[in-house]
DNA sequence: AACGATATCAACCGCCTCGTA
DNA sequence: GTACGAGGCGGTTGATATCGT
């Protein structure tokens, strides 16, 4: 654990992302308990991180969110829950962070706005277990349970995988992208086969809806923040 | 113009998982 | 088997901006 009196918080300045930049660019992304020490910073590993990843990775999209790419959040939250970084690495450019804002300040408002009953804990509808009939032991578990690596995507998670190889991250700098496209090329068919699978159950899942009484219209949320 | 209420979002915290010694 | 450290995640907070009266 850091020494917290030598650690600073708080809003960064330029001159720490600056360094937080150039050390990332020279040593890459990685050893974050190195990062301090190697930039110069008084900050900790995990701030280091944080920052790097939710504002200064290159090609981070910070604009207004589409319908579409609202429309996708819904359709995924229903499914996963608040797996923020599971639905962040479907929509290419945008942050585990940015899309749990999104949801906790727009999205989640909604229904209250609207009259509708207000999500709470005790009355959101948590992504069960599911079990896909495909044998194949995928590079991924079967179980979607927060311990499984389908939630918790690695360098093995070719869902992770696909959506680095299109937002265009992890190109240049790392060593193990070689590696990585060979899995990509095996496992994107059966990606994108599980991820079919995933948008027919949507469909279904619109009856959650109509029980837990909760509902969430892409085009208002879109409109809202779009005037 | 002033002030309080509300919204937004960057950042922190604590916990979990995984790899390794 | 287990203890430990690093990476990663979701929940939450707090500072700031914006809005309404």
């Known amino acids: 654990m850091e020494n917290s009196t030598d650690v600073r918080k708080g809003a960064w300045t330029k001159e720490e992302d600056a360094l937080l930049r150039d050390c990332v660019h020279k040593y890459g992304e990685g050893k974050w308990h190195l990062v301090p020490l190697r930039a110069g910073l008084k900050r900790c590993r995990k701030s280091c991180r944080l920052r790097w990843l939710n504002y200064l990775r290159p090609n981070i999209n910070r604009g207004f969110f589409t319908k579409d790419e609202i429309d996708l959040i819904v359709r995924l939250h229903k499914l996963l829950g608040n797996r923020w970084s599971l639905i962040a690495g479907r929509l290419p450019r945008r942050t585990a962070n940015d899309v749990k804002n999104l949801w ?15 999500i709470t ?24 349970t927060r311990s499984s690596s389908i939630m918790k995507p690695t ?17 240049v700098e790392n060593p193990n992208m070689e590696r990585r496209s060979l899995l990509l090329e095996e496992d994107q068919g059966e990606c994108m086969r599980w991820w079919e699978h995933l ?28 005037p």
């Open 104 to 118: 906790n300040s727009h999205i989640l408002k909604r229904p209250l706005e609207r009259g509708e009953k207000s």
């Open 121 to 144: 804990k005790s009355n959101i509808v948590r992504p069960q277990p599911q079990t896909f009939s495909n044998s194949r032991p995928p590079v991924w578990s079967t179980q979607l």
């Open 155 to 171: 360098s093995h998670d070719p869902t992770r995988l696909v959506a680095e190889a299109n937002d265009g991250t992890n190109s």
């Open 199 to 226: 948008f027919k159950m949507t469909e279904n899942a619109d009856q959650d809806r109509l029980c837990s009484g909760l509902s969430f219209d892409a085009d208002m949320v879109w409109n809202l923040g779009n």
